[in-house]
């Protein structure tokens, strides 16, 4: 089945800098890649999603990338602010197949 | 609109007991899921219900582990002879299309405990 790999484990910034958290895939076939947001003691939120037949979307500080031959996928975070602190996990799913399997999980901490 | 919800939020049981734990979607959404997070870890897929049918139980850990969803609505979770190695969280999500690529809604989790 699919396999989900992500890292860092755990990412520290300073506000106002970039977060970059990478992402690797293992199942060619999967077509869709959320990434969600999970603050302590909370429910994970969808803060952004891309599918297959783009390589790029953008909503306002917050990038995805997605690159299919090398199966992997980034979440990117700029000017960072204490609020993005929260874990992020990516997920990736295949059409026939609608369970997300997800990733470890970034512990990421914004230092005021 | 309401959200996912679930119950109860907290359980805490005795090795060996059954527990049910209760998921509510978002009012039409045909596709609901569970997945269970382990202290500090990733999102594990158990079950997928399309309707009342579950095309995908493949995460189930063992037959232990049985879920059921009755009108298209709610789904119930059930773990029978609780072990340690239960202790979770368990979260339920909800989809409202047939495409695999739908927004999955997450409800609060049901924190397990087995003692």
């Known amino acids: 089945g699919e396999n989900v790999e992500q890292h860092p484990s755990t990412l520290s910034v300073q506000e106002g800098d970039s977060a970059v958290i990478k992402c690797t895939y293992s199942?060619?076939?999967?077509?869709?890649f959320p990434w969600y947001k999970q603050e302590l003691g909370k429910r994970p939120q969808l803060i952004i999603d891309?599918?297959?037949?783009?390589g790029e979307k953008k909503d306002q500080r917050i990038a995805v990338t997605l690159n299919k031959t090398a199966k992997h996928f980034s979440l990117h975070i700029t000017e960072t602010q204490p609020e993005d602190s929260a874990v992020y996990f990516c997920?990736?799913?295949?059409?026939?197949?609608?369970?997300?399997?997800f990733g470890s999980g970034t512990r990421l901490q914004v230092q005021p | 609109g309401a959200g996912v919800s679930q119950s109860p939020s907290n359980k805490v049981t005795e090795k060996g007991k059954d527990v049910e734990l209760r998921c509510d979607p978002i009012?039409?959404?045909?596709?609901l899921y569970w997945y269970r997070q382990s202290l500090g870890q990733g999102l594990e897929f158990l079950i997928y219900?399309?309707?009342?049918?579950?095309?995908?139980k493949s995460g189930l850990p063992s037959d232990r582990f049985s879920a059921e969803r009755t009108g298209g609505s709610v789904s119930t979770l059930t773990i029978q002879r609780t072990q340690q190695e239960d202790s979770a969280v368990y979260l339920c999500?909800?989809?409202?299309?047939?495409?695999?690529?739908?927004?999955?809604?997450f409800g609060p989790g049901t924190r397990l405990t087995v003692l």
């Open positions: 999500a909800s989809s409202d299309g047939l495409a695999g690529d739908n927004e999955q809604f």
């Open positions: 009012s039409g959404h045909t596709a």
């Open positions: 199942d060619s076939a999967s077509n869709y």
């Open positions: 219900f399309q309707g009342n049918s579950a095309p995908d």
């Open positions: 891309i599918r297959s037949n783009v």
């Open positions: 997920a990736a799913s295949k059409g026939g197949r609608r369970a997300l399997t």
